[in-house]
């Protein structure tokens, strides 16, 4: 039984189908944003839509007890707002932790998708890159 198994077999249907649906977009979403990260122009409205998205996924995966996701996504939540202090653009070091990132959540997409267990956190991930280094 996977991941999206056992949260059918504790929540309404309803219930998993909108937050797969939502997690989806927010995923989706992450990548251009985090690129955008890097232009100085853009960095401002970056940084607030995800730090949005990492909050929404925070609360959602909390409610469904999915301990993992909601523990990633309150550790970026953190940086980010650390970052919204920032002038910015970022620097490459925190794009490319942010990618890597993305790709741990892309991950959880895909065992949601295929009904696999959930994967384990890559443990590089929680190590924060320095947010203000050029």
């Known amino acids: 039984m996977g991941v999206r198994s056992d ?5 309404d249907f309803e219930i998993v189908d909108e937050f797969l649906d939502h997690y989806a977009m927010m ?8 690129v955008d990260l890097q232009k100085a122009s853009r960095y401002g409205v970056s940084v607030e839509e995800l730090f949005r998205i990492f909050h929404n ?3 959602a ?4 007890k999915l301990d993992p996701m ?3 996504a309150a550790y970026v939540e953190d940086a980010l707002e650390q970052m919204r202090v920032l002038q910015g653009p970022a620097n490459e070091a925190t794009v ?4 890597d990132v993305h790709d741990m ?7 949601f998708k295929m009904d696999n267990p959930m994967s384990k956190i890559n443990f590089r991930l929680l190590k924060l890159p320095d947010l203000e280094a050029a």
Not at 7 to 11: I, R, S, V
Not at 96 to 99: D, E, G, N, V
């Open 7 to 11: 949260l059918e077999a504790g929540f």
């Open 27 to 34: 995923v989706d979403a992450m990548e251009l944003l985090i």
């Open 57 to 59: 996924i925070k609360s």
């Open 61 to 64: 995966t909390g409610f469904l």
């Open 70 to 72: 909601t523990r990633l």
């Open 96 to 99: 490319t932790w942010l990618l």
């Open 105 to 111: 959540f892309q991950l959880w997409q895909d065992d």
